[in-house]
């Protein structure tokens, strides 16, 4: 009976032990990700929109953001709080001490200023408002002269007319693709389209050979820096290939 009882009681004493050496083990693993694993070096990919310095401190939002393990295990277990024209982030370490983060920001291509709100509507390439907002973002061209009514996020722009839409993102995109996102996109009479690049107006007339259009236009707005007029491509098409400007001032 003695040998039993002392051979319990030395299982229990290797047991209490190795419970020490592991909580040993535990707190010297705790100290070091807390002295080792420090923010030094931040690097943020894909934003346009936002400063490098703005996105930094949208991730490192907290009294324990300094640790760089913390952060990272933090954004595995939760989304980012939501920032305006941001569709999600992406943040790696590499350890030590240095986090990336890669941002994919909100596709916009162009915003309807609502005034009854005060509110820009954005939206992407299917016409979906992605944001809305007070901000004016450069490079996002201004849509005027469309009858739009009540405007909900989420949702498909809803403009009146057949076809005014599917051609007002056809635009859009041509305009995109060729790199040339005017100040402003103006609906007119009879369906047509102007554009506005600081103090030079393009007609563009209805919505026929966008792409042909905008691919010349890509060749001769670069010719007319610094000029005060209007370029006209209304009449132009593949029989009729007349691109005059009418310069003013």
């Known amino acids: 009976m003695d040998k039993e009882r002392k051979r319990r009681k030395q299982k229990w004493k290797l047991a209490g032990t190795c419970f020490l050496l592991f909580l040993l083990v535990l707190a010297a693993g705790a100290l070091v990700a807390l002295k ?25 939002d907290d009294e324990y953001s300094w ?18 024209f941001v569709e999600s982030a992406d943040i790696r370490l590499e350890p030590p001490h240095t986090l990336k983060i890669t941002v994919q920001e909100k596709e916009l291509m162009g915003r309807i200023y609502i005034s009854a709100m005060g509110q820009n509507a954005y ?27 009540q405007i909900v996020l989420g949702e498909k722009l809803p403009i009146k007319g057949n076809s005014v839409l599917k051609n007002l993102l056809s635009l859009t995109q041509v305009l995109k693709k060729y790199e040339l996102a005017p100040k402003s996109i103006k609906y007119g009479v009879e369906g047509s389209y102007t554009l506005k690049y600081g103090k030079i107006s393009v007609m563009l007339g209805q919505a026929e050979d966008f792409n042909e259009k905008v691919s010349r236009l890509s060749k001769i707005l670069p010719k007319l820096e610094g000029k005060k007029g209007t370029l006209h491509l209304e009449s132009w098409s593949e029989n009729t290939t007349d691109i005059t400007f009418e310069q003013s001032g």
């Open 123 to 149: 939206f992407d390439k299917e016409g979906l408002v992605v944001e809305m907002s007070s901000e004016e973002i450069q490079g996002v061209p201004k849509i005027t002269g469309m009858d739009v009514e």
């Open 36 to 60: 080792l694993f420090t923010v030094e070096t931040v690097v943020v990919t894909g934003s346009e929109l936002y400063s490098d310095e703005a996105i930094e401190g949208w991730i490192l």
């Open 67 to 84: 640790n760089s393990l913390y952060v990272f295990f933090k954004y595995k277990f939760e989304e980012p709080r939501e920032l305006a």
